[in-house]
């Protein structure tokens, strides 16, 4: 992925961008993974290149191990990560994904993402096992479906769930599926959405006090 950028989305045949959290793999297995669904490129969206945890997945020798075998690999959150540095981003202590959202550097994250995804099949890798839980799904996935983007989640078991199916999950946690007998009005799929994401956001979306670096 070249540091072009771009406003609209490729033409191709295929439109999809896949993820994965690297949560309970190994290098060898997440890589298995990759190879099993033709991944040629991942965009490391991480917002710190190394883990207290996952030694395994440090960037500067990740990186290296992924080239190595053939698959191009790029650090990108600076731009994309899910705990950024600014305070600013923090209103009442929790990260705003909106005011992310809206940063030219995140924009031009996509807009990378956008000119790779012509050349690349592109995974986009963080840490969380569970999509739901993850900037990946509740940021980074909205701005590339308005684009046009479908996007293919590999969990734990090497399975794989659509973004549909995903939201669906993230309804059915934040919104429940029960008709309501009282309504007046036919339900706002729309609206049930946007409500779901706010209330998934507010579950798991960072914490300033957790997330930013005191130096």
Known sequence: MDENTHTKAPSGPEKIIWTVGYAGHDRDSLLSLFRAYDITAVADIRTFRGSSYWKDFDASTFGPFLRENGIAYVFMGDVLGGKPQDPALYPNGQ?????????????????????????????????????????????????????????RHLVADGQVESQTDAEARMLAINVGDAPDLFATATPDPDAEYKLALHRQITRVAPKAEDAIKRR
Do not use: N, W
């Open 95 to 151: 990260l705003d994904y909106d005011r992310v959202a809206a940063k030219p550097e995140f924009q031009g994250g996509i807009d990378r993402l956008l000119s790779g995804a012509g050349r690349y099949r592109i995974c986009l890798m963080c840490a969380e096992k569970d999509p739901l839980d993850c900037h990946r799904t509740l940021l980074i996935a909205p701005a590339l479906k308005a684009l046009g983007f479908d996007l």
